[in-house]
């Protein structure tokens, strides 16, 4: 999935995650819904994100022309 905004994020740590009830997914989310009422800059719920990514085993590949970010969950194996 191609995350651009913090809204897609949101998204993103609410609908798809792999793992639910992490410490760092919930601060994203939490991070995502202040960015949504301007109360937080769009690089701090970044970094928040990344975080949450980590915690979860979920990839991020981001863009260097700052389009956005990449994030996809490792292949399963059998």
């Known amino acids: 999935m191609v995350l651009r905004s913090p809204q ?10 792999p793992v639910n ?14 960015w949504l009422a301007g109360r937080m800059p769009a690089e701090t719920v970044r970094q928040a994100f990344i975080l949450a990514a980590l915690e979860a085993g979920v990839a991020v590949n981001e863009e260097e ?14």
């Open 8 to 17: 897609d994020a949101l998204y993103a740590l609410v609908s798809d995650w």
């Open 21 to 34: 009830g992490g410490v760092h997914q919930q601060r994203a989310i939490d991070f995502c819904r202040a």
């Open 65 to 78: 022309d700052g389009a956005g970010a990449s994030a996809s969950t490792p292949p399963v194996k059998s």
